[in-house]
């Protein structure tokens, strides 16, 4: 996100909604393109949105990491 205005937002284009149906950010280019088979939801064409399913959110919590054991040499 930016703090200049985009072409976009200066043109006032009331059918196209200026919110990311993602992340709600604001976002007036948010487009969906296809990667590799997949649709992703991206801000501007090349930002993926935090909030995709396919490549931006952990649907799942995070495991831990397994423990390892360490030995000290004496």
Known sequence: MS???SVLD???VPARPT???GCGAHAPAWTR???DGLRVLTHDGDVICPDDRN???WTQP???PAPVRLEVAA
């Open 62 to 64: 995070i495991p831990a």
């Open 55 to 57: 490549f931006g959110a």
């Open 3 to 5: 703090f200049f205005p």
């Open 19 to 21: 919110a990311c149906p």
């Open 10 to 12: 200066l043109l006032d």
């Open 33 to 35: 393109v296809t990667v």
